[in-house]
């Protein structure tokens, strides 16, 4: 028995009892529509003042918020479906896994444009409104999600060549190294990762470097676009968690069996979670535009209440 099969056998033996089972769920419901209001709120705001959407800025902030919202509305339902139904089609966990991975993969290049824009509004600001317009930042955004779709559907290609049409058919504890096992996908994965993250975190160094000598000696602006590139950079360490845990999830399953349901909803809120809550943060309440924007929209909700 492989360690993937181990893992699955793991954690269907060992299950919470009722009451922590619920506990754990309205834990995650709470704060997964809590991020999703937030974050609708955001867009809502994004979509009613033309300020936003002629701004290539905020429209690669608000790809990142919808991006979000997708990932985890998706990780949400699969969390509980985990609890409840346990085993789901494979065919259903194929499309859902799928998304999952393509929306992972999309927040780290997103934070490397966005760290690419503020580097040029603060380090060529007379060139900023020929460089970065509408239809260019449209385009990026298109080739964000072909990238990343071209990176990950091989995944399923690669499963459809190489097992049985019946596996589809079957139902399995929804994990991505179960339905996805082949060596040469995970040897793929590894390799399209560290290609990818050597890309943004060259990126994001640059940038902030950039924009840090700038800084020195410019105005607050540069400033603040130091610090929204440093919170960019707290954010990418995040995601990186998702490239990385994967491993030690294994290792700690595999030391410690009796936890293994604790183990998946503590990896479940620091990699699926954390990283989705810093968006807000970044635009929503620091930049004193969209917070002015979002504070009349709540407060016009509230007062129609």
């Known amino acids: 028995m492989n360690a993937s099969s181990a893992n699955v056998t793991v954690v269907l033996q060992y299950r919470d009892p009722f009451s922590k089972a619920v506990a754990k769920n309205l834990i995650v419901v709470v704060i997964g529509i809590s991020i999703n209001y937030i974050n609708a709120s955001l867009i809502h705001t994004f979509c009613k003042h033309q300020i936003f959407y002629t701004n290539p800025r905020y429209i690669l902030f608000i790809q990142l918020v919808v991006n979000d919202m997708i990932h985890m509305t998706l990780a949400l339902c699969m969390f509980i479906v985990s609890y409840t139904i346990y085993r789901i089609n494979v065919s259903i966990c194929c ?23 503020c580097f040029i509004a603060i380090c060529f600001p007379l060139r900023h409104v020929q460089i970065c317009t509408i239809k260019r930042t449209l385009i990026l955004i298109g080739l964000i999600w072909t990238t990343t779709m071209l990176s990950s ?48 975190w060259t990126t994001v ?24 590139v440093l919170l960019h950079g707290f954010q990418l360490l995040l995601c990186m968690l998702a490239y ?59 007062s129609n209440n």
């Open 95 to 117: 499309m859902c896994v799928l998304i999952l991975v393509i929306t992972t993969e999309n927040t780290p290049l997103n934070l490397a444009c966005m760290a690419i824009e």
């Open 153 to 200: 559907l091989p995944d399923l290609f690669i499963t459809l060549a190489t097992v049985p049409l019946d596996f589809f058919h079957s139902k399995i504890f929804c994990l991505r190294k179960i339905v996805f096992a082949n060596p040469i996908i995970l040897e793929k994965r590894n390799i399209t990762y560290i290609l990818l993250l050597v890309i943004v």
């Open 205 to 228: 160094f640059y940038a902030f470097f950039r924009i840090l000598s700038t800084a020195q000696t410019a105005s607050q602006d540069a400033k603040r676009a130091r610090n929204t």
């Open 244 to 302: 990385v845990a994967p491993q030690l999830l294994d290792v700690l399953m595999q030391r410690f069996p009796h936890n293994s349901t604790d183990i998946l909803f503590a990896y479940y809120i620091v990699v699926q979670v954390l990283p989705r809550s810093i968006s807000p943060i970044i635009y929503g309440i620091r930049d004193n535009t969209f917070r002015g924007y979002l504070k009349k929209h709540l407060c016009w909700t509230v």
